[in-house]
């Protein structure tokens, strides 16, 4: 990922440093920098997602600004670890946004998001049946289920999220393939069991 900042890992540092101490000038200087990845998440989350009905990718990004001028005392040494955090941010923003909707409908219609890298058959899931399995899936692997979070919220490549996670390529292929194998099953059961209730 290329947010165009052109700043090392120790610029990097102090810029988000002064973000998080409210400069304000370090605050604009990062958000500026990575509005368009942030928008290019934001319209990956609500990708095929019937949400995007009631949130738009620009209003997914300004909620999570807000959000993010919020952050103190957090420490991020790079590019791909903000976007990270955007992404776990864009994450919540859509759940909450979700949760309003449907506690306003006496229905609670299927909020769907496209899953990547699936076929037609598997291609849209509930966002709030994601977000549970993938919570289930943290208890069993919390690696796992951050992988996927890098890879489905973010959009990261192997390679950054190898990068992030300090950990090798092969090793996020391996875990990615083995972490969306028990997302789909536990989806799939879920909506089994859901079926049979």
């Known amino acids: 990922m290329d947010s165009g900042l052109g700043a090392s890992p120790q610029d990097f540092r102090l810029l988000w440093s002064g973000f998080c101490r409210g400069d304000h000038h370090c605050q604009e200087k990062l ?7 942030m928008r290019g998440i934001a319209r990956r989350i609500l990708s095929g997602d019937s949400a995007s009905v009631h949130l738009q990718p620009t209003e997914l990004v300004n909620e999570t600004i807000l959000r993010l001028l919020k952050v103190n005392r957090l420490d991020l040494r790079d590019s791909n670890h903000f976007l990270a ?14 949760r309003r909707y ?6 609670s219609p299927a909020i769907l998001t496209t899953w990547i890298e699936s076929g037609p ?27 996927v979070e890098l890879r489905f919220f973010a959009g990261m490549t192997v390679e950054d999220i190898a990068g992030v996670m300090e950990v090798s390529e092969r090793s996020v292929k391996r875990h ?5 194998a028990w997302l789909l099953r536990d989806l799939t059961r879920t909506e089994t069991l859901g079926h049979r209730a």
């Open 31 to 37: 958000l500026t920098a990575f509005y368009q990845e």
């Open 85 to 98: 955090l955007a992404a776990r941010m864009m994450r919540q923003v859509l759940l909450d946004e979700v």
């Open 102 to 107: 449907r506690a306003q409908k006496r229905q």
């Open 121 to 147: 058959a598997e291609s849209a899931i509930d966002i709030e049946a994601l977000d549970r399995s993938l919570t289930r899936l943290a208890e069993v692997s919390a690696e796992r289920a951050r992988i």
């Open 176 to 180: 990615w393939q083995a972490a969306r």
